[in-house]
């Protein structure tokens, strides 16, 4: 790992803070009220979506050569962690947002770019990624979604898995063999296609145990045809990208967790201040202040871990590989803890819809599973610590 000076991985300047209250306050006053029955209902959040659009925080990683406005990593963190902490399935806007467009910033051509990146940065689409599939999930070198090249064109058959937001984006970014009898892992292209291409429907909604608000489907595709000019980056690089890709968004699911657990840390704190028992309020009895101590404690060490890989995402380090997996993977594990922890605190009441926890932390869960499972982050780390 890099032997940068450890004082100088990250700084929280006044921009950043000042970004984190204006966050709050949109996340607070026009996506928290909703938060509730987008989840029971299953629903997508369009009320956050259209907060997100006009506060500029929809897709703040976008440069502003796009119409953007150019937020760097950690900026972006901080957005998808404030908008987590009162609401997981809204959070997902801005952070698939980047995981969908980053392979055209890290590989695309200026062209494609110029293509898609405004209109997303505008708020006109979001952006959806396409890379594991039913028997390709943490091996993707097994995916089967082919594209075959057919005179100017690309030709893409097969299908998508677990897409977030999958129905709603009018871009995603897809990975596709496009040479069946080519080496693993070189024989992968990237490519965008357009909700509005022939061939390309979708699947039925995942019924699934949280984030509710963010639609989970299955993309289809029958002979849809893809210009070449959507070929992102060179032809056969698609998984390189893809891993490239990852090495950034991880960054930002920790951030999505570290927000999660902040909202039931909020909460929980709330209630044993209020709740009394015994003659005291809750707060004052030693085994709960223990219990208090160490969500605060492992969450601020996770939000650490994530600022700090999110400065070496901005910086491109050499190292951003461990950190980025180690920041999703010890948030998220911290989200999951701390949210059972936070229901516990809450006693009968946690465990009823009468407050957030229950969501918070049934949100949680998905944290440790998508974008690789913390499994997977733990090889990923393993290896770049064998690989000194």
Known sequence: ???????????????????????????????????????????????????????DFFAPHVAEEYDGVGADALATCIVIEEVARVCASSSLIPAVNKLGSMPLILAGSEQIKAKYLPPLARGESTFSYGLSEREAGSDTGAMKCRARREGDDWVLNGQKSWITNAGVSEFYTVLAVTDPDGQRGSNVS????????????????????????????????????????????????GLKIALRTLDHTRVTIGAQAVGIAQGA????????????????????????????????????????????????????????????????????????????????????????????????????????????????????????????
């Open 190 to 237: 990237a490519f965008v296609v357009e909700k509005s291409d022939a061939g390309f429907t979708f699947g039925e909604k995942e019924r699934k145990l949280g984030i509710k608000g963010s639609p989970t489907r299955e993309l289809i595709f029958e002979n849809v045809r893809i210009p070449e000019d959507r070929l992102v980056g060179a032809e056969g690089e």
């Open 265 to 388: 840390l909020d909460q929980a704190l709330a209630y044993v201040r209020e709740r009394r028992q015994f003659g005291s309020v809750v707060a004052d009895f030693q085994g709960i202040q223990f219990m208090l101590a160490d969500m605060a404690m492992e969450l601020e060490a996770a939000r650490q871990l994530v600022y700090v890989a999110a400065a070496k995402s901005e910086r491109n380090d050499s190292d951003l590989t461990f950190f980025g997996a180690a920041a999703k993977c010890y948030a998220s594990d911290v989200a999951m803890k701390i949210t059972t922890d936070a229901v516990q605190l809450l006693g009968g009441a946690g465990y009823t819809r009468d407050f957030p926890l229950e969501r918070m932390m049934r949100d949680a869960k998905i944290t440790q599973i998508y974008e690789g499972t913390n499994q997977v982050q733990r090889i990923v780390m393993a290896r770049q610590l064998l690989k000194r």
């Open 1 to 55: 790992m890099s032997t940068n000076s450890e004082f100088d991985l990250f700084r929280i300047n006044e921009d950043h803070e000042a970004l984190r209250e204006a966050v709050r306050a949109v996340s607070e006053d026009k996506i928290a009220p909703y938060a509730a029955s987008v989840d029971e209902e299953a629903r997508y959040p369009q009320e956050a979506h259209d907060a997100l659009v006009a506060s």
